[in-house]
């Protein structure tokens, strides 16, 4: 089982939808999380952290459950804008030890 | 954030020769850097781990002979690909930690290598 794990997707969606991603981990001890966004050809970028008690920054809500070992993305009224690979990243065993899922690409459609 | 800068953001080369890329954080110290592959519609792939003023971390499959990382500063990690081959050609990224207080890890915008 990977470390690490999303689903590839695309996920195609119309302007204005609601859509979520889930990214699960293995490693029961990991200690904390992050969404990280990939346009085509660029590096990622951070896009929020996630909080064991979830957390929101504008149409983007993130949350994690523990016993299940998942994290979610959800965005709400998704924009043409929001086009792009959604990375998960786990810190297990210390700030070096990171793993990267491998990305959820989402495109929305007008 | 914080600002990553790597240098060059292209480079075209001929096979067999070496390549240098620099890392540096631009607002902070950054105690690892980490160097990432990613292959055209792939996902990240960890090549190593660099510790300044340590021996570079390589992931399995990754040849440290080949892949020469030097951290010799809070601010600044090479990446060397001696000897580049067509198959090197790849999106290569590094990133900055500011260490255990400091969050989360922060990308440079990636350097495109292509070996003809």
């Known amino acids: 089982r990977k470390e690490v794990e999303q689903d590839p997707g695309p996920f195609n969606v119309p302007e204005g939808a609601t859509v979520a991603f889930n990214c699960t981990y293995s490693?029961?001890?990991?200690?904390?999380f992050f969404w990280y966004r990939q346009d085509c050809r660029k590096e990622p970028k951070l896009l929020m952290s996630?909080?064991?008690s979830g957390n929101e920054d504008g149409r983007f809500t993130a949350q994690l459950n523990r016993a299940s070992q998942y994290i979610s993305l959800l965005i709400r009224d998704s924009k043409l804008s929001d086009s792009a690979t959604y990375l998960c990243?786990?810190?297990?065993?210390?700030?070096?030890?990171?793993?990267f899922g491998t990305g959820t690409k989402l495109q929305v459609i007008p | 954030g914080a600002v990553v800068s790597q240098h060059p953001s292209w480079v075209i080369c001929k096979s067999g020769t070496s390549v240098k890329i620099e890392c540096r954080s631009l607002?902070?110290?950054?105690?690892?850097m980490f160097w990432y592959r990613q292959f055209p519609k792939q996902s990240l792939m960890l090549m190593a781990t660099s510790n300044e003023g340590s021996k570079a971390t390589y992931e399995q499959g990754v040849e440290k002979d080949k892949f020469l990382i030097n951290h010799a500063s809070l601010t600044l990690s090479t990446l060397t690909v001696t000897s580049a081959h067509p198959e090197d050609s790849s999106f290569y990224i590094c990133?900055?930690?500011?260490?255990?207080?400091?969050?989360?890890?922060?990308f440079g915008p990636g350097t495109r290598l292509l070996v003809l």
């Open positions: 990243v786990v810190n297990s065993g210390g700030y070096q030890k990171v793993t």
């Open positions: 996630v909080y064991s």
């Open positions: 607002d902070f110290q950054a105690t690892t």
């Open positions: 490693n029961s001890a990991s200690q904390s």
């Open positions: 990133s900055a930690h500011p260490g255990p207080e400091g969050g989360t890890q922060y």
